[in-house]
């Protein structure tokens, strides 16, 4: 029966990765909201591997945290090992990634969200959503009971339609055991909502005391946890250790003796799946060169046997499965407790979202999280966090928080997927960005505190601390620019030992500090004043100083890019009209409606000379517009 179950500000629709940051920051932000799930034993569920971060994710992490999201935090508390990954590179690459205890990262979200102020939880499934007037209104559940709302997020990720495959077994169903969500698919068609199809996969889960640990390296933890929230002060934990193994030639015979029956290459599944996120079928089949693979053995949590086969993601049948673990060294009596399976399900395509994350043709409605096209729990709450204060503006009439490429991380993810596209789960990566060594991971904090305590997400206590590290870090490179190192016997040696070549003039300490093998810590004994600063205080000095010639040249390249990006585009400008444009970029412009000059020179099929002609007639239209004042 139809009744009115509730009204509110913000609904939000999936307590994923997303969905928790849209409904915390509607809620953070003062909105009466509701976060509806199918099941609230599966908030923040992790389906895949239960680790947070990892290249280019982990910076996705650091820039939620710094805007006030909750990832990080999450994290800090449920992790079980922490890595800085990629040392031996430039601190652009540097990236956290952390295992966590699966259950224990879902309990403290869920917690996080009960606790919070003006956040209803409810477990339902929406199987409607409601548009009055060209705007979003509210949703239907399946018991029939109506909520209305101002503002509706659809944070549905992998459920909608999801089919499970494994290899000629397939049923309808949601990752994990769980139900998959039929009916929304149908409305938001109705809507006019394009749809596509994608799909993912997931490894087998096996049984610890099955596999020889022995017979493979051990990964342990870095033995300083460096905190993924700027928040956090210090981390110590008793670290489980991962396990590293190959697969070799004889999995991949017994891989490529039963491609024949792996849906991924008998057609079985339509939908298209992570390029970087391969099954192993495909790393078997795309690097048939590779006369092995990595596999990561990780635990799933503290208190289980059940451990993670990072890297043999797969849907091949069951007793394949099987066969193909036990050839890898360690696993010869290998039991599996959870089968490894694909998954296809409906997502939007995101060309038809606003760089807000608001659906073009209905107002009020935001999207965010895999339904997006993406892939990823980090992608998803990044997303998920600017959705959730984008709607908080929508009601409140402000302008909308749209990060560019040389601000976040987050702004490369959205501006990519609105502006191109994607056609398989997109997957941030630090390749993506263009500006890498300005938006590094270590630094987060000092591109974005500011924004989120404007937004209000965070708090008067957090900024000044912020603004504390902010002045220790300007403080103390004046300092060392002031500092002069003697050239005494003793730095004439130091020098020696370092292979660097010394002057009898002396030198400035800041001089010292751009050598690269010279490091802050070392250079102590020649520094006698010094005073006793924070480790992320030092951290930012070393790579400030060290890289400032490139951090200048990325900055000049990012002046050129914000003239453009500065150049905004009138919303109802009528490409029809504009005569010299080639048919393809008056087609994409009018699909896409570009915010900028900028955005407009990213859509594929929009020339050079197509922004020149853009750039002329926005010029004749203002000018037309300053006579007729
Ligand atoms: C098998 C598998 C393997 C994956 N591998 C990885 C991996 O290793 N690493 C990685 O980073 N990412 C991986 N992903 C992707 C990752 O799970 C997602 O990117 C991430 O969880 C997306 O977050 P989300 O918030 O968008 O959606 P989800 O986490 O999927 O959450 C969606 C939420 O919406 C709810 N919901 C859906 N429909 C409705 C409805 N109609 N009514 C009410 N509630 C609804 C669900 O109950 C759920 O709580 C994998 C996903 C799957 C399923
Ligand atoms: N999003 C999806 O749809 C989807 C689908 C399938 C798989 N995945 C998952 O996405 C993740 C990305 O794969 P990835 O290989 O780039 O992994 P990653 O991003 O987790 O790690 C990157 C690199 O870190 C190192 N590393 C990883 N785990 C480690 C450990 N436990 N100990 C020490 N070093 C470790 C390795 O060098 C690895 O290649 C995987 O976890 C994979 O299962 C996602």
Redesign the pocket.
């Given at each position: 029966m139809t009744y009115i179950a509730g009204e509110y500000d913000i609904i939000v629709v999936g307590a994923g990765h997303a969905g928790c940051e849209s409904a915390l920051a509607g809620a953070r932000l003062g909105k009466k909201t509701l976060l509806v799930t199918m099941n609230l034993d599966s908030i923040a569920l992790m389906p895949?591997?239960p680790?947070i971060g990892?290249?280019g994710?982990g910076h996705l992490v650091r820039e939620l945290d710094a805007l006030g999201g909750e990832m990080g935090k999450n994290i800090d508390k449920s992790m079980i090992?922490c890595?800085m990954?990629n040392t031996a590179k430039g601190p652009a690459v540097h990236s956290l990634?952390a295992?966590a205890d699966k259950l224990q990262y879902q309990k403290e979200m869920k917690q996080t969200l009960e606790k919070q102020e003006n956040l209803h939880l409810k477990q339902y499934e929406v199987t409607e959503l409601l548009v009055e007037n060209g705007k979003a209104t509210g949703v239907v559940v399946k018991t029939g009971a109506v909520f209305q709302a101002k503002a509706v997020i659809l944070a549905t990720g992998t459920y909608l339609k999801a089919r499970i495959v494994i290899g000629d077994t397939s049923y309808d169903g949601g990752p994990n055991g769980l139900f998959g969500a039929n009916e929304l698919s149908g409305s938001l068609r109705e809507l006019g909502v394009r749809l596509l199809r994608f799909k993912?996969?997931?490894?087998a889960r096996v049984d610890k005391r099955s596999v020889d640990f022995s017979k493979m390296t051990i990964?342990e933890g870095d033995p300083q946890i460096v905190p993924f929230s700027f928040e956090t002060e210090k981390i110590d934990i008793d670290q489980l250790p991962?396990y590293?193994t190959y697969t070799n030639e004889k999995t991949h015979q017994v891989i490529r003796d039963n491609l024949h029956r792996s849906p991924l290459f008998s057609g079985d599944i339509e939908g298209v799946g992570?390029r970087?996120?391969p099954?192993i079928e495909d790393k078997v089949v795309r690097f048939s060169d590779k006369p092995k693979h990595?596999i990561?053995i990780?635990p799933e949590g503290r208190d289980t046997y059940e451990m993670y086969v990072?890297?043999m993601?797969s849907s091949l049948p069951e007793e394949v499965q099987l066969k193909m673990l036990r050839t890898v060294e360690g696993m010869e009596n290998v039991e599996i407790m959870r089968l490894a399976y694909a998954i296809e399900y409906d997502n939007i395509d995101p060309v038809q979202l606003k760089p807000s994350l608001e659906f073009k043709s209905v107002d009020h409605l935001f999207f965010a999280g895999q339904i997006n096209g993406t892939?990823?729990y980090e992608e998803a709450a990044a997303q998920g966090l600017i959705a959730g204060i984008n709607a908080v503006k929508k009601l409140e009439g402000t302008v909308p928080l749209i990060l560019d490429r040389s601000q976040a991380y987050i702004g490369v993810l959205i501006d990519d997927i609105v502006t191109k596209g994607t056609l398989e789960?997109y997957?941030m990566m630090t390749s993506r960005a263009e500006y890498r060594l300005i938006l590094r991971q270590d630094n987060a904090d000092l591109r974005l505190t500011k924004i989120g305590y404007d937004i209000g997400l965070i708090g008067e206590e957090r900024y000044q601390k912020f603004q504390i590290k902010e002045r220790a870090v300007q403080d103390e490179i004046e300092r060392v620019k002031k500092v002069m190192v003697k050239p005494t016997k003793e730095l004439e040696a130091f020098f020696a030992g370092k292979n660097s070549t010394f002057s009898k003039k002396g030198f400035t300490l800041y001089e010292l500090l751009k050598r690269p093998e010279m490091g802050y810590f070392e250079l102590e004994k020649f520094d006698p004043d010094r005073p006793k600063l924070p480790i992320n205080v030092i951290e930012q000095v070393e790579i400030q100083i060290k890289y400032e010639g490139y951090i200048k040249k990325q900055w000049s390249q990012v002046e050129q890019f914000k003239k453009l990006e500065r150049r905004k585009i009138p919303e109802n400008l009528d490409y029809e009209k504009i005569s010299g444009l080639r048919t393809e970029a008056r087609q994409k412009l009018s699909k896409i409606r570009p915010i900028s000059v900028g955005h407009a020179s990213r859509i594929s099929g929009v020339s050079p000379a197509d922004i020149s002609v853009l750039l002329v007639h926005m010029e004749n239209f203002r000018r037309r517009e300053k006579t007729d004042e």
């Open positions: 895949c591997n680790n990892g290249t994710k090992q890595k990954l990634r295992q993912t996969g997931t490894p990964q991962c590293l992570p970087y996120c099954s990595q990561f990780e990072q890297g993601s892939s990823g789960p997957r």
